[in-house]
């Protein structure tokens, strides 16, 4: 499995009921107008067991729909020359999609393109791909992209930060980017890993898109993003960056203190007294995500990943529940929609760090339910946006590839070999 989610973001990509009254800087990226909102198009009625059939034939719909939704244009290019897919929420910074948003969804729908079998021998997609590539990095010139005037509050930059690094990094550790290309994705994604690295949270360690005003002023690191961006960190390692070492063990040290004795991940920050964690139903997303970047970094087991699976599949209806529908955290779980594709994509990156034995069945689990919303056109969407379904797709379409995709980028410090016993 090649690419992490959101709540994009995941809430790897996470919106926010805030709107953001900035006025916008000066955009070397032409303007997306946000798209009208509406309410998901009813689910298909799902067969009573999905067969290895119907999930190629969705693999192969989800990469033609993918393919016809690469939107925008390139800086000096026609705009009908397509370079992204954005990611659409209500957050908005001057009016306008966050350009954060924008990177981080276009590199997620690009990785699980590259990620899906035959893109070797499939023109259409390399060529969505370098466009992508050329789009990604023109975000490091982007004003509200820059680290160096960061300073902290809501700001979903960092999302750009984590998928812009993991899209590029991921393509050279697989010698995938273009020869014309090579010079600007080294540099995007070297410009990439020491912003992510340099927005960690003073003291505390980890990653918030929410956080206090003060670039330096201490505030509570989120289970949502920080395993994203360990994960970007791990895959850039893979790639043969240097990673400081010091900035992943706080990562990893700040989400061993946010699981309760349960196995529930808090909200945000640190959780003080063990035995009062966070309720179940509202917090398998968190699980399943901060459980694997925990296994990943050596700091699971199994026995603690299978737990957030069956934990996802036994509260699944409090995530079903508020798919496509109309605000963010709702009582009484405070379950919000961006959190239901993030789930089921956190799920497939679990299951393939179970023992080989256990997974089959476990993706059974995960395809039924997944195809039990699939849309009457063959997307996945969870928002009430429908350019958002670009989002939904990709995950999807990454979730039933990844059993072909190979193991996680796994951390080990001071260049130790990167291996993990549980990928195994």
């Not at 994705?185 to 990653?207: H, I, R, V």
């Not at 599949?313 to 079903?320: A, E, P, T």
Request: aromatic fraction near 10%; glycine fraction near 8%; hydrophobic fraction near 40%.
């Amino acid at each position: 499995m090649r690419i992490a989610v959101l709540g994009f973001f995941l809430a790897s990509l996470l919106a926010s009921p805030v709107i953001a009254q900035e006025k916008p800087a000066k955009d070397p990226l032409p303007l997306l107008p946000p798209s009208p909102k509406q309410k998901a198009t009813p689910a298909v009625v799902p067969p009573p067991q999905v067969k290895a059939a119907d999930v190629e034939a969705a693999q192969a719909k989800c990469i033609e729909l993918l393919l016809s939704m690469q939107e925008g244009g390139l800086a000096g290019k026609p705009e009908a020359t397509p370079a992204e897919w954005p990611y659409e929420g209500v957050y908005r910074v001057g009016g306008q999609i966050p350009v954060g948003y924008r990177i981080g969804g276009t590199s997620i729908v690009a990785l699980a393109l590259v990620d899906a079998p035959g893109y070797d021998q499939d023109p259409k997609r390399q060529e969505a791909i370098a466009r992508a590539i050329r789009f990604v990095c023109a975000g490091i010139e982007h004003p509200l992209m820059s680290e160096a005037d960061y300073d902290g509050t809501y700001d979903v930059r960092g999302w750009g930060y984590i998928y812009g690094l993991r899209f590029l990094a991921n393509l050279k550790e697989r010698n995938l980017v273009p020869v014309d290309l090579a010079e600007v994705t080294d540099k995007s994604a070297a410009w990439y890993l020491n912003a992510l690295q340099k927005t960690e949270m003073p003291q505390t360690g980890g990653w918030n898109y929410a956080r206090p005003s003060g670039r330096d002023t201490v505030g509570s690191p989120s289970p949502f993003m920080t395993p994203a961006a360990l994960q970007a960190l791990f895959e850039a390692k893979r790639a043969g960056m240097t990673i400081d070492d010091a900035v992943v063990t706080r990562g990893l040290d700040f989400l061993d203190k946010a699981r309760s004795a349960v196995g529930s991940f808090t909200y945000s920050g640190e959780l003080k007294d063990k035995s009062k964690g966070d309720p179940i139903p509202g917090a398998v997303g968190r699980m399943l995500a901060s459980e694997s970047a925990l296994s990943l970094g050596g700091r699971s087991s199994p026995d603690r990943v299978r737990g957030a699976l069956d934990a996802f599949f036994v509260h699944w209806d409090w995530l079903d529940k508020r798919r496509a529908q109309e605000g963010t955290h709702v009582p009484p779980y405070s379950v919000a929609p961006y959190y239901f594709m993030f789930a089921h994509h956190y799920a497939a990156v679990a299951i393939e760090l179970l023992p080989k034995p256990e997974r089959a069945e476990y993706r059974r689990r995960l395809y039924n339910q997944l195809f039990s919303v699939r849309l009457e056109d063959g997307s996945w969407d969870d928002r009430v946006f429908r350019r958002t379904a670009n989002y939904g797709t990709a995950i999807a379409l990454n979730v039933i590839t990844m059993p072909k995709h190979g193991p996680e980028a796994t951390w080990a410090p001071a260049n130790a070999p990167a291996e993990n016993p549980t990928t195994k």
